[in-house]
């Protein structure tokens, strides 16, 4: 028998899973929050969709223990089936029905929730998703990127307890996703129903996820926030090359003459202050952003010279080794944000670096996300 370690489960998402294929054997712990968007990211066959359909009832071969919002849907005597358990599904390809129209593919997602239990208006659907234009079409008639809007608002009609969605953008060309994206962020934003959401693509993780769920090889090897997942020092090698600081900043300054924007971070926007190139940015907009930890370099003095526009005064925090020995991760502390560079042993010794330093860091590249 496999050791489930069913222990204190105190918290409202809890899910531990264990199951043993031919060749592949699933153990996960998961913690997850419960509310917000949580990203289940690793290599293709680690174990996502398989943990995904665990949750919806739909692994009956995946033992363990599923617990959303305080309702208990498996353990050792529990199996709650998958159509009570109130999770709505979004995959791969949008499976809508061919021969009905948006609007008749709507309703089939509405009714399937009584009056009195909908959380989710049609309306807002409609505007959520920006499909209003799109309900006389059949499916075939649209895009891949709107057939995904329509299944994705279809299943939200239905209300669901937990929203499932298994890489979602990954049939979609590069465009389509950059389109469908922002509509993802915003259902997370305005509607208050929980995302699980997997993916094998960073900038979908960076963009969406506010609690970052690292699996590989049907484990998990690390759960948390996104931003403290992401900069975590002890992140194993094949995770190492995603490490990066996610810094939420506002729109401060336009500036027209050099096509770019100037974004504040830290406390009250008092932190700091990047420029990036200007993006149909508008004074005041919240932006994420996402500095890869090797994009950053660090200087002991102010390099006027410079060609790198972005230059912050830092204090060190700590130096810290990686899982490779060429390489030390410096955290340091920008007006109290953290911001971590990642820079060879070679260059600490020969700038003599140490906790406590006042530095500059240079900040060579930024994703807008
Ligand atoms: N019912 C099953 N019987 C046997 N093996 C299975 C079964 N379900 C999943 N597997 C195996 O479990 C492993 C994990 O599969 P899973 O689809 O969960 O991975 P994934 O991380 O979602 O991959 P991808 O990103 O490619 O979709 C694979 O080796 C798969 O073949």
């Known amino acids: 028998m496999i050791d489930l370690g069913v222990r204190g489960l105190s918290g409202e998402n809890k899910i531990q899973l264990a199951a043993k294929f031919d060749d592949f054997t699933l153990a996960v712990n998961l913690d997850l929050p419960v509310r917000g968007v949580s990203v289940l990211f690793g ?188 900069a975590r020092p002890d992140l194993p090698v094949q995770f190492a090359e995603e490490r990066s600081t996610i810094l939420d900043t506002r729109v401060v300054e336009l500036n027209a003459d050099f096509h770019l924007t100037r974004l504040a971070f830290g406390c009250d926007g008092s932190g700091g202050e990047l420029w990036v190139p200007n993006k149909q940015h508008q004074l005041g907009q919240a932006q994420r952003l996402r500095i890869m930890a090797r994009d950053i370099s660090i200087a002991t003095t102010d390099e006027a010279h410079s060609s790198i526009v972005n230059r912050l005064p830092a204090q060190i925090t700590a130096l810290l080794p990686t899982t490779h020995p060429a390489h030390v991760l410096v955290q340091m502390s920008v007006h109290g944000v953290t911001l971590m560079a990642q820079i060879t042993a070679l260059s600490q010794a020969r700038l003599q670096l140490a906790v406590g330093q006042t530095v500059w860091a240079q900040v060579k590249a930024v994703a807008l996300l």
């Open 43 to 230: 290599p293709s066959g680690c174990g996502k969709t398989t943990v995904l359909r665990a949750i919806a009832g739909l692994a009956p071969q995946v033992r363990g223990v599923v617990n959303i919002a305080g309702e208990l849907w498996q353990d050792e005597v529990t199996f709650v089936p998958s159509h009570l358990r109130g999770v709505g599904m979004v995959f791969q390809q949008p499976s809508l029905f061919a021969h009905l129209s948006v609007a008749q593919n709507l309703q089939f997602g509405l009714q399937r929730t009584p009056e009195s239990q909908r959380r989710v208006r049609y309306e807002q659907a409609l505007d959520l998703l920006g499909i209003a234009a799109l309900l006389p079409r059949k499916p075939a008639q649209l895009s891949g990127g709107e057939q995904q809007r329509v299944a994705i608002a279809r299943a939200l009609l239905a209300s669901p307890t937990l929203l499932l969605l298994d890489e979602p953008l990954a049939a979609l060309d590069a465009p389509r996703k950059a389109e469908l994206l922002p509509y993802l962020a915003q259902l997370n934003r305005e509607l208050n129903i929980p995302m699980v959401y997997v993916t094998h693509a960073m900038d979908e993780v960076s963009q969406l996820a506010d609690y970052l769920v690292l699996m590989s090889a049907g484990r998990v090897i690390a759960q948390g926030d996104l931003a403290s997942t992401l």
